[in-house]
């Protein structure tokens, strides 16, 4: 069974930085496989704001420039480097995994997905 853990959610203000990691388990890496994350704020639907398989990156256009999706094999684990945040940024994190290609960027190609870690940007 595949398990996700978030973890490096917390207050920031806006035009600040800093970095969500989910550490993915239970599944074979040498297998191609989809990471993500996405983000749900109350009031609005959840979003898939960036994405990686073992040949690209995909970005929402809401954080294109600004976010960065890496993969950390050895350590299995998923990172998003946010910067230059903003208080539309404030949301619940989360990570997801899928077995298959497909649409990046949309929610219904991932499987498994992690518990959520909360990110609130201040103004």
């Known amino acids: 069974q595949v398990q996700l853990v978030e973890s490096g959610g917390g207050s920031v203000q806006a035009g600040g930085s800093f970095r969500l990691s989910c550490v993915v388990s239970?599944?074979?890496?040498?297998?191609?496989?989809?990471t993500g994350w996405f983000r749900h704020a109350p009031g609005k639907e959840r979003e898939v704001i960036a994405a990686?398989?073992?040949?690209?990156?995909y970005y929402a256009n809401s954080v294109t420039g600004r976010f960065t999706v890496s993969l950390d094999n050895a350590k299995n684990t998923l990172y998003l480097q946010m910067a230059s945040v903003k208080p539309a940024d404030t949301a619940n994190y989360y990570c997801?995994?899928?077995?298959?290609?497909?649409?990046?960027?949309?929610?219904?190609?991932?499987?498994?997905w992690g518990q959520g870690t909360q990110v609130t940007v201040s103004s």
């Open positions: 997801a995994w899928s077995p298959r290609s497909g649409s990046p960027l949309l929610p219904k190609t991932y499987l498994s």
């Open positions: 239970g599944f074979p890496f040498s297998r191609y496989y989809l």
């Open positions: 990686i398989d073992t040949e690209n990156t």
